[in-house]
């Protein structure tokens, strides 16, 4: 096992009728900024539930946050923070409202707020911020990760800080009860792969992460279909949303291999694309593990046999077996792994690699094995 | 699932080496109460590897805390905080040495501290506190309890602060590597305990829960042979260190349904005779699984599939394989699971079942099935 260090202060407030903690958690003196997206609020009954459980406070209202938030709508809510006085975030919402409201809670204390995705900029200070999850998915509820896009630039680039960490996050499986299947699908793929590449790398002695993260697989797997058929399930939708939180709060990835090229990868595609997050992984990770086959053996075959009961056999022909189940899980949640199906022209293959040359990614993720040509190996199994 | 809360902000340093970290996380100004057992941290090497990372610092020794602290050796600190004005207690040590270092950072701000034990006392303030473990095994060293017994009245109990939580705890394998053998299987049984309290009761439709338990366990019957043959082998008392920290931080039982009826039984055993704590816990288990066979079983066939391979046969036989071979992974750590081989009397039953009675423990743990009526039951089956 590696060293590591771990530190994850979120404070958790799970199940139904937890809204109401809000009042607990935030001193009343606070002037809050209620940030969310396009409006799901209002008609799931969450916007009404946050207003009654904050009815003595003073709030002001930043919505319209897009799905892969962009820093020109972060800068409007920088914008308004000054002139308000605001002292606290509140974002209600999925991922894209948290992780624009971490960029702004950190960009409020910078000169020039893009330098925190470049990495120049050092983050020393931020607003406290809180959340209410409406969308199981991208864990950023329980961690100090973001990513923002830039629309001049057509960039995504992610950042971290522990002075981003939410103060609290309130998990209500009810709030994310009427979402539409296909988010649920992403949920579930987006969760599904924030493990795989923390995962699916190479040994590292530590089977207690390992079989953590099997455990998030398999749940996964199990409650995924369940909530895509019926997002109403209370329970499904509750395992959904622990395993999505748990996925991505750094437990699992202590003292273990970490990967990360699906989501390189994948941010490309919805940069130029624009295609859904989620989608974009469930392109690209059966092309990183048939391109990498032969040096990920061990965890595939160890996924394979723990997850999905694939016994011993040749193992090429195992390998397939665990790429050919995978694609099904995503397929079965109504998720196309194909660029073709989404309307990617092949030549999007090649400003991709340039891109990674650009920035000097030349051998990057799990053992540096993903250089430039890799990439453009991985992308062309995916036409 | 249930509703639940979560917040573990306790900070971990695993790995080698790891000991420096103390002198950037203890302010330099801070007065520091070091306080150990019964001496192993002067052979091992733990105490000169402390005391050269705070060498600039003011350090006041408090040694000689028991296996099983009492109150009594407690308040002798107390005294040693006050008269010398320490500001951080710092514990180098296992689990005894940890929780008396919680009871002491709690005991200084209260007038009759034996109140926090019978909880009566409230606790809003306790000295900062950070932690070196040198024995994995009760996991305090990333929780808020503590256990404390009083000699003068052959009491145990236990408290829970989150004021007492530890501000950091360093977790280096290698300050276990010389711990005797009987120290590493008292820590395997411990924390395979500390898991079965928190899962072996009755579905609460948690499979993520269910299933990180299970990782646990499966771990620990898979490394713990091996750390128990060879405390030095780095990798598994890793393991077994991470195992046993997992194993009682508070994520495990999340939204699920609790027993600890082992821990009240097994409390007694000690308090009567002296055992060690997990060798109490070795001896009740089998006797609760025999008296509750039909109320766990979904849980203890669950549990044979999964973590003992004991595949479906009739429900009872099944059962009968599965305390079996759950008394045979403790007896091949050398611990016996008979009271009998403790030397344990047949009144002594009388004297617990007596002893729940007064406490007014009429009906505890998992569905409240344990009666003292049950205790009878279940620690005659152990004779």
Redesign the interface.
């Known amino acids: 096992?590696?060293?590591?260090?771990?530190?994850?202060?979120?404070?958790?407030?799970?199940?139904?009728?937890?809204i109401i903690q809000l009042q607990n958690q935030i001193a009343s003196s606070q002037r809050i900024m209620l940030t969310y997206g396009g409006g799901s609020i209002f008609r799931n009954g969450v916007y009404d539930k946050v207003k009654s459980a904050l009815a003595e406070y003073t709030l002001v209202e930043f919505g319209g946050i897009e799905p892969n938030p962009t820093h020109e709508t972060c800068m409007k809510a920088v914008d308004l923070i000054r002139s308000e006085g605001i002292d606290f975030i509140l974002a209600v919402g999925g991922g894209s409202v948290i992780d624009a409201s971490k960029y702004i809670a950190a960009a409020v204390f910078q000169e020039d707020p893009w330098q925190i995705l470049t990495g120049a900029a050092e983050i020393r200070q931020a607003l406290p911020l809180g959340t209410v999850l409406t969308l199981p998915a991208t864990g950023t509820e329980m961690n100090a990760n973001s990513v923002i896009s830039r629309k001049d630039t057509d960039e995504k680039l992610a950042f971290s800080s522990p002075e981003v960490m939410p103060r609290f996050s309130i998990l209500d499986p009810e709030s994310a009860a009427s979402l539409p299947q296909k988010q649920v699908a992403n949920g579930i793929v987006d969760s599904f792969v924030h493990v795989i590449e923390q995962y699916l790398t190479y040994p590292a002695?530590?089977?207690?992460?390992d079989?953590?993260a099997?455990?998030?697989l398999?749940?996964l797997i199990?409650?995924g279909p369940k909530v895509y058929a019926n997002p109403a399930d209370y329970?499904a939708m509750?395992?959904l949303m622990?395993?999505s939180t748990?996925a991505l709060n750094g437990?699992i990835s202590?003292?273990v291999h970490e990967d990360w090229v699906i989501h390189q990868i994948g941010h490309e595609l919805t940069a130029f694309h624009g295609i859904d997050h989620a989608r974009t992984l469930a392109i690209v990770l059966p092309g990183v593990w048939n391109v990498f086959r032969t040096e990920k053996k061990e965890k595939l075959l160890q996924y394979g046999r723990r997850v999905l009961n694939i016994e011993s056999q040749a193992e090429d022909q195992a390998i397939d077996q665990i790429i050919a189940k995978t694609i099904a899980f995503f397929e079965g949640l109504g998720i196309s792994t194909r660029l073709s199906a989404y309307g990617v022209p092949a030549d999007t293959i090649q400003k991709i690699v340039d891109r990674f040359n650009s920035r000097g990614w030349l051998a990057i993720g799990d053992r540096g094995m993903t250089t430039p040509e890799k990439v453009r190996e991985i992308l062309t199994t995916r036409l």
Chains 1, 2 share one sequence.
């Open positions: 096992m590696e060293n590591f260090e771990f530190n994850n202060p979120v404070k958790i407030f799970f199940g139904k009728g937890q002695g530590a089977p207690l992460q079989r953590m099997e455990a998030i398999t749940t199990e409650e329970d509750a395992n622990w395993c748990m437990l202590r003292g």
